[in-house]
Nanobody, 112 residues
């Protein structure tokens, strides 16, 4: 069993930045894919970004060029650097490991 704990969410202004962290209770090298998802009120959960064990990354089109996912294997932590934030980025952000393992989420609110 694995625990994923997100942190770094909060309130940001439009155009601002936040950095999310996901601390994992065991080696992230055990997992093929680490990812960040988000769910806005009244909407379905959607993929934001993911990174493979080999470091290959994929992004949703809506965040491409603004968000960066990275991983620190030694610290068993995955990050999501979010720049140029928009109001539509407001959501609960969830860390994910190999699809079936989820954190509890961290709220990101972007206001003007």
């Amino acid at each position: 069993q694995v625990q994923l704990v997100e942190s770094g969410g909060g309130l940001a202004q439009t155009g601002g930045s936040l950095r999310l962290s996901c601390a994992v209770s065991r080696s992230i090298l055990d997992f093929t894919l680490m990812g960040w998802y988000r769910q806005a009120p009244g909407k379905q959960r959607e993929l934001v970004a993911r990174i493979s064990r080999a470091g290959i990354t994929n992004y949703a089109g809506s965040v491409e060029g603004r968000f960066t996912i990275s991983r620190d294997n030694a610290q068993n932590t995955v990050y999501l650097q979010m720049n140029s934030l928009k109001a539509e980025d407001t959501a609960v952000y969830y860390c994910n490991a190999d699809i079936r393992n989820w954190g509890r989420g961290t709220q990101v609110t972007v206001s003007s």
